[in-house]
């Protein structure tokens, strides 16, 4: 099992304009762009990120393998914040004010994945509270794990209550 801070890079779909314009719109966040997991494994020491990946690519919604790292798991916001900064100017098409902008956005964007970093959550409860939103994807992942008798079921009952 592996918990930590999940950022997503994704495509913010324009939407048609609604009502006046006070009126609230619609914000559509759509396909993935790019991924990195900064994950420890529960079984290893807090802070090591052992199990930190990235997905550079998206094929729809699913990621493409994991790629590996030394310098994520050796200095992984360091590493963050040099990919976000160079997002910008990765694969996709963006517009030149969007670049620069997201490019600027590196700081920050590190700075709040550190609040969801893997060493803040000591116990299965603080855990829970960092990620209880995520309580459908990890059901998903118990069901479809291939050895379930090796699943720590206590640590993952808030999730899987029902």
Same mark, same amino acid.
């Given at each position: 099992?592996?918990?930590?801070?999940?950022?997503?890079?994704?495509? +913010?779909?324009?939407?048609? $304009?609604?009502?006046?314009?006070?009126?609230?719109?619609?914000?559509?966040?759509? $396909?993935?762009? %790019?991924?990195?997991?900064? =994950?420890? $494994? +529960? &079984?290893?020491? #807090?802070?090591? =990120?052992?199990?930190?990946?990235?997905?550079?690519?998206?094929?729809?919604?699913?990621?493409?393998? $994991?790629? @590996?790292? #030394?310098?994520? &798991?050796?200095?992984?916001?360091? %590493? !963050?914040?040099? *990919? =976000?900064?160079?997002?910008?100017?990765? &694969? @996709?098409? /963006?517009? #030149?004010?969007?670049?620069?902008?997201?490019?600027? /956005?590196?700081?920050?964007?590190?700075?709040?994945? *550190? *609040?969801?970093? #893997?060493?803040?959550?000591?116990?299965?409860?603080?855990?829970?509270? +960092?990620?209880?939103?995520?309580?459908?994807?990890?059901? +998903?992942?118990?069901? *479809? !794990?291939?050895?379930?008798? /090796?699943?720590?079921?206590?640590?993952?009952? /808030? @999730?899987?209550?029902?």
């Amino acid at each position: 099992m592996e918990h930590g801070a999940r950022i997503e890079l994704r495509d +913010l779909a324009v939407q048609p $304009r609604r009502g006046s314009e006070s009126a609230a719109q619609l914000v559509v966040v759509d $396909r993935p762009m %790019w991924r990195a997991d900064l =994950f420890d $494994r +529960l &079984t290893d020491a #807090p802070g090591s =990120f052992g199990a930190a990946h990235y997905h550079p690519q998206f094929d729809g919604n699913e990621p493409c393998p $994991r790629e @590996w790292s #030394p310098h994520l &798991t050796a200095s992984p916001w360091e %590493w !963050l914040g040099s *990919q =976000f900064a160079q997002l910008g100017g990765g &694969t @996709w098409q /963006l517009d #030149p004010a969007d670049s620069r902008e997201l490019s600027g /956005l590196s700081a920050p964007i590190v700075a709040l994945a *550190q *609040q969801f970093a #893997p060493d803040r959550c000591q116990s299965a409860p603080a855990c829970f509270e +960092l990620t209880r939103d995520v309580r459908d994807t990890v059901a +998903l992942m118990v069901a *479809q !794990l291939r050895r379930p008798d /090796l699943l720590d079921a206590e640590r993952v009952r /808030l @999730w899987t209550a029902a």
